[in-house]
Structures are given as structure tokens and as C-alpha cells.
């Protein structure tokens, strides 16, 4: 987990890091990245359908309007430790603003990400797709 290396560090020489020390916008900069692979995956063994159909839903699935929704479900599933991650990606300074989507959902689909983010690197991909399972209403 924290110390430990993982497949891909062994793969490329990477030594390992404590991943609470992350930044929480690095976490959902990862979380991202993990999240929208996930939700392709489910999408195309779901319905084998022309890339644009399955960009056009994975793209409103992966929106910050939706994470946020998400949030409402998954709050509450939190253990501890994730609403504290949750918390931190929320408040993060982001740089950036959102395109199509207000404040607050930007806000909260960044400590969505961060969640993400620290579930992929920590390796607990079970508890990862099980949330996204349930912010999905797949439970």
C-alpha cells in the first residue's frame, strides 16, 4: 500500500511514496484519469456502440455536474479517511475555472476526483469501482 511498490512502480524503477503526503489536486488529477477509465470500461462491455455514442456517455457521465451529483450518494458511504480527502480536494486553490459547470460542483467533483485519485494509487480498486458503483445507483 503506502510503502510497498505496486506493479508499476516495479515496471519503471519507480521508488515508492507515501500517498498521503499527496497534494489533493494531484490526487484528483490521477482520480480523473482512473474515474473516466472506468467509466469506459463499464460503457463498452455494457454496449459495444460506435465511439461517438460512447464518448457523447462517457462525457456525461465524467462531467463535473454529474460527480457532484455523485457526491450527494456517496458522502455518506465515506469512511473516514476518504471524507478527509474528499474535504481537502473540495477546498483545494484550483487555477483553473470550470467551463460548464458552476462553483460548487467544480468543487466537489474535485474532492470526487481526489477520492479516486487515492483509492487507484493506494490500490484498493475494489472500494474504488464499489463507490462508483453505488454513485452510478448500480448497487
Do not use: C
Not at 515496471?11 to 490526487?27: C, K, M, V
Not at 465524467?62 to 471524507?83: D, R
Not at 483553473?96 to 487515492?118: L, Q
Amino acid at each position: 500500500m503506502f510503502g510497498e511498490k505496486d506493479y508499476l512502480s516495479e515496471l519503471f524503477g519507480l521508488e515508492p511514496h507515501d500517498i498521503r503526503t499527496y497534494s489533493p489536486l494531484t490526487l484528483a488529477y490521477i482520480g480523473d484519469a482512473a474515474y473516466e477509465i472506468v467509466i469506459r470500461t463499464i460503457l463498452v462491455r455494457k454496449a459495444n456502440m460506435q465511439v461517438n455514442k460512447l464518448h457523447r456517455h462517457a462525457a456525461g457521465l465524467v462531467k463535473a455536474e454529474k460527480q457532484s451529483a455523485m457526491i450527494e450518494i456517496l458522502e455518506p458511504l465515506f469512511t473516514e479517511e476518504e471524507k478527509q480527502i474528499y474535504k481537502r480536494g473540495r477546498n483545494a486553490k484550483s487555477y483553473t475555472k470550470a467551463k460548464n459547470a458552476s462553483t460548487i460542483d467544480y468543487r466537489r467533483a474535485t474532492g470526487f476526483e481526489a477520492v479516486m485519485g487515492y483509492l487507484y494509487l493506494k490500490g484498493d480498486y475494489k472500494r474504488m469501482i464499489d463507490l462508483i458503483r453505488a454513485g452510478l445507483g448500480e448497487v
